[in-house]
């Protein structure tokens, strides 16, 4: 049995449902669907995510929001003419956003009920379309299916008691078509996971189905060692562990949701990555365990978009709780940290710009001179880091002297760097516009 998750790309529009419905029709194992928003169908085209989360905005602003509507409608209606369908299922999605865009103007959770429905109308397309081609096939929603999960709207986990219930689909005969990206709170509030979060859904439906395999189809034949965009024809991978795959993707890799293996780690349930529009390619498949190999370092993963909190203190080391104050005034200010390497006088906490917005920072910065009476506290804006990524690194003599000789060749200065404990990666933090440089020199020195 296989659970098959298809990214927004593979339902964009007409044509790629019908390629979508030829995989399912090909493998008799494929019986249970997940199924993201439609995705772009061109490079400047707007994922209907965007359109609905720019619906919401205009909504919550009291500004005409005509425009961001009736484009999500016709990017429904085209699809639903494309393939034939009955207007009723058009009437299906229009009432959802409708009834959602109703809980926007009364309440400001709603948002995530609106965000949600590029994945519902997704659902009940394909699963409309398949019965059209004479598959058997019922549209399931979360509620419906078990998926229950915590109140953390745009950020919601998976309740423990999901797993149970999801395993009684097993029961049933048909295809089912079930949409990514969000869950019901056990009081009955729809909640989405953070964005990309179908990818966390197909994960979590794998689990409680304890399916055979998990497979999801993207846009790419496997996963590359590198992003193609500073490397021309980079390594495939066919093969990772969860471990692997997992801080790949948190360091840049977009091929695959962060949080979304945990689920299937668990269970033990191996996970390929495959391409839509080239179902018949190997794809790369994720495991628990790999065989050993001569290659330590897998992959290369980078993002920007990062800042540098920089504290020193004399005797930072003796001082009791010094770290921990620091982290509580981040914490009470909301703001999340990625990294946190250290040394005996000085700190530094890796954060997401995002996190921490200008008003802000001047706040941050008061607190940790007031109550922390540091010596040094400053903000390095417009970091970018790299993460080289491969089992059992740390136990292969070289990989760091190979890294810095390959920042040294490109002539990009490391401003940190932080492995810890982790046998899995060792990450570099580098000025911006040092990125694209740093990547293609490392990936000179690992892989040519």
Known sequence: MKVVKFGGSSVADAGQIKKVTDIINSDDGRRVIVVSAPGKRFSDDVKVTDLLIQLGESIQLGVSHKEAYDQIIDRFRSIIAELGLSESVLWDIKKKIDDAIDQVKVDPKGIDALKSCGEDGSALLV???????????????????????SDQPGGAIVLDESFERLYQLREREEILVIPGFFGFTPEGTLVTFSRGGSDI?????????????????????????????FVKEPKQLTSLTYREMRE?????????????????????????????????????????????????????????????????????????????????????????FEHA???????SVVIREHQLPKEKEEIVIRRIKDELKVDTVMIERDMAMIMIVGEGMNQTVGIASRAASAFREAGVNIEMINQGSSEVSMMFGVKSDGLESAVQSLYHAFFD
Do not use: W
């Open 127 to 149: 699963s409309a379309y398949l019965n059209h081609i004479d598959t058997k096939a019922s549209y399931v929603n979360p509620k419906e299916a078990g998926i229950l999960v």
């Open 201 to 229: 859904t197909g994960s979590i439906v794998a689990a409680g189905l304890k399916a055979d395999l998990y497979e999801n189809f993207t846009d790419v034949d496997s996963v590359y060692c590198v992003n193609p965009m």
């Open 248 to 336: 790949l993707s948190y360091a840049g890799f977009s091929v695959f949701h962060d949080e979304a293996l945990i689920p299937a780690f668990k269970e033990k349930i191996p996970v390929c990555i495959k391409n839509t529009n080239n179902p018949k390619a190997k794809g790369t498949m994720i495991v628990a365990d790999l065989p050993e190999r001569e290659q330590h370092v897998v992959g290369i993963a980078s993002d920007h978009g990062f800042l540098n909190l920089y504290v020193s203190k004399y005797l930072m080391n003796r001082e009791i709780g010094f770290g921990r104050k620091l982290l509580q005034i981040l914490e009470d200010e909301e703001v999340s």
């Open 341 to 347: 390497p250290s040394g005996i006088d000085d700190m």
